[in-house]
């Protein structure tokens, strides 16, 4: 393995892009080469802030002369396009999630990604939480016996504005698409979707079709039962949560509260500090252990990243649960 840092493109300088900039920079494998976004005011501001040079054209970044990875942070209509000119460039891919709102865009570049050769990384940078990450590892280690129970909590502090949720593909494919792939880190063999949605308090959510709370069971072929838990609103902060359920026992993970103090007097016993309110907070350390695995999957080194598979399948899953919400009905899958 080289020392030399590898030389990145970003593209997308939204607060996850700037996420990504923070931790390339503070990455010693790392080099922040190019930034693009089509607001260059923007691609200006982070290179200064974190280095390398500024454009408004992301094909100017897409070039093996000049980086040597890329991460794609714009928005999820571009991530296509973008992934298939870096893999024709031979240039490594973090692409966050999803890869699009269509599966048939999606399958059009599966076949090209699969016979180029060049890594292709998803954004679900969930599974790099240490102690979801623990969990699992645990859960395959048989800690537990096999699994039977998976449930998942994810609820967010608040709804999205309206105009986000217009283009967001829906509460499936934007929020719970991360459940979806954290439920196939424990339990891959998924079989079928199960999902029921309301509109209670979101008038985003009620303009656009859309619900703000859901809730997904899915049967594995070996028959462990996976329920999510998803609200757009939370008033005691992120709520992100995680049980484990097996004949020897489980394993829970619980929230991440602001600090660790916790207080007891005549009124109340063992009160504490809400939960983390922002999933910026929340996951910093995935977000910088994800980062960690991609540059050594872009080196060639063994490497834990999700793959494009796993992209496609956490969509295959949403599309399943939207369906099933709407029809009413259960929803067999399958990811070949």
Not at 73 to 98: F, Q, R, W, Y
Not at 140 to 148: R, S, Y
Not at 188 to 196: K, L, Y
Not at 295 to 319: H, K, N
Request: charged share 20%; glycine share 8%.
């Amino acid at each position: 393995m080289t020392d030399t840092p590898l030389r990145f493109g970003l593209i997308g300088t939204g607060r996850i892009g700037r996420v990504h900039a923070a931790n390339v920079a503070a990455d010693p494998g790392a080099l922040l080469a190019w930034v693009a976004d089509p607001v260059v005011s923007a691609a200006r501001d982070v290179a200064a802030q974190f280095g390398g040079s500024a454009t408004e054209n992301s094909r100017d970044v897409i070039d093996p002369e000049r980086i040597d990875a890329v991460i794609i942070a714009s928005p999820t209509p571009t991530h296509v396009d973008l992934i298939e000119a870096a893999v024709d460039a031979g240039i490594p891919v973090l692409c966050e999630k999803p890869i699009d709102l269509d599966i048939a865009r999606v399958d059009r570049l599966r076949d090209r990604v699969a016979s180029a050769g060049v890594p292709v990384a998803l954004g679900f940078n969930r599974r790099f939480d240490p102690s979801f990450a623990s969990a699992r590892a645990r859960v395959v280690a048989g800690e537990i016996g096999p699994l039977e129970q998976l449930t998942i909590v994810s609820r967010d502090p608040s709804a999205p504005p309206a105009s986000y949720i217009a283009v967001s593909g829906g509460i499936f494919r934007d929020m719970t698409i991360h459940d979806f792939d954290m439920a196939r880190f424990f339990a891959p063999d998924i079989v079928e979707v199960s999902a029921i949605g309301t509109t209670t308090f979101d008038a985003g959510a009620r303009e656009h079709d859309d619900f703000d709370t859901a809730i997904t069971t899915m049967r594995t072929a070996g028959g462990a039962l996976i329920t999510v838990i998803n609200s757009r609103h939370s008033a005691t902060g992120y709520d992100q949560r995680v049980e484990a359920f097996g004949a020897k026992g489980m394993l829970q993970v619980g929230n991440m509260p602001i600090d660790l103090v916790r207080a007891s007097t005549a009124a109340f016993a063992a009160s504490s500090a809400p939960f983390e309110p922002f999933f910026l907070t929340r996951y910093a350390a995935a977000y910088a252990a994800e980062l960690a695995e991609f540059i050594a999957l872009a080196r060639g080194d063994a490497s834990t990243s999700p793959s494009f598979e796993d992209g496609r399948a956490a969509l295959v899953l949403a599309d399943a649960a939207r369906r099933s919400a709407a029809e009413r009905r259960v929803v067999p899958v399958r990811f070949d």
